[in-house]
T-cell receptor, first 115, second 119 residues
Framework: AQKVTQAQTEISVVEKEDVTLDCVYETRDTTYYLFWYKQPPSGELVFLIRRNSFDEQNEISGRYSWNFQKSTSSFNFTITASQVVDSAVYFCALRWGWNFNKFYFGSGTKLNVKP | DVKVTQSSRYLVKRTGEKVFLECVQDMDHENMFWYRQDPGLGLRLIYFSYDVKMKEKGDIPEGYSVSREKKERFSLILESASTNQTSMYLC??????????????????FGDGTRLSIL
């Protein structure tokens, strides 16, 4: 069965702290895709990053970085020097299926960044 | 930029009513999805459609139906609304992967959501 676990329900940090959001996934497929989305208070989900199962390279984009490790089935997301605008709910998602039309989302991690 | 538009941001209906939630996308995407989002449960897939008139049940289809008569429009229907269907509803679309699927990693694009309250 496919599954995405975001064990951290809510995290609170003070501005400028680094924070890591955990994501652990389960799938029997050898080809799959992983995504992170951000949902600010306004409600719309915003796509942040995607990674396919063949590419374990970590990625850095400004203050954001992602660590993909197939050995531990994890795809963790780190925000460096957090800012108040980073406050949002973050979702990890797994895409799989015969035509890769199925997305399975984790339950989300609410990040509160306090000034 | 991909635009996914949901017809209502907020909606209040009564128990037993038939409710229609509309979603339109402007990028000619083959795939469209309806999710509901509830605290602590994340996003759960209700239905998705991979082509006009084609649909597949997601994880929680009970009490819902869908309609995809045109490629750009995907409607979610609550046949007889109940209070446990009070939720945030999110529509999404994505392109169909090309034949070499292992090189496809297109994300879903989401609408702003419809917060539906059933009284």
């Amino acid at each position: 069965a496919q599954k995405v676990t975001q064990a951290q329900t809510e995290i609170s940090v003070v501005e400028k702290e680094d924070v890591t959001l955990d994501c652990v996934y389960e799938t029997r497929d050898t080809t799959y895709y992983l995504f992170w989305y951000k949902q600010p208070p306004s409600g719309e989900l915003v796509f942040l990053i995607r990674r396919n199962s063949f590419d374990e390279q970590n990625e850095i984009s400004g203050r954001y970085s992602w660590n993909f490790q197939k050995s531990t089935s994890s795809f963790n997301f780190t925000i460096t020097a957090s800012q108040v605008v980073d406050s949002a709910v973050y979702f990890c998602a797994l895409r799989w299926g015969w035509n890769f039309n199925k997305f399975y989302f984790g339950s989300g991690t609410k990040l509160n960044v306090k000034p | 930029d991909v635009k996914v538009t949901q017809s209502s941001r907020y909606l209040v209906k009564r128990t037993g009513e038939k409710v229609f939630l509309e979603c339109v996308q402007d990028m000619d995407h083959e795939n469209m999805f309806w999710y509901r989002q509830d605290p602590g449960l994340g996003l759960r897939l209700i239905y998705f459609s991979y082509d006009v008139k084609m649909k597949e049940k997601g994880d929680i289809p009970e009490g819902y139906s869908v309609s995809r008569e045109k490629k750009e429009r995907f409607s979610l229907i609550l046949e007889s609304a109940s209070t446990n269907q009070t939720s945030m509803y999110l529509c999404a679309s994505s392109p169909h992967p090309p034949p070499r699927a292992q090189y496809s990693n297109q994300p879903q694009h989401f609408g702003d959501g419809t917060r539906l309250s059933i009284l």
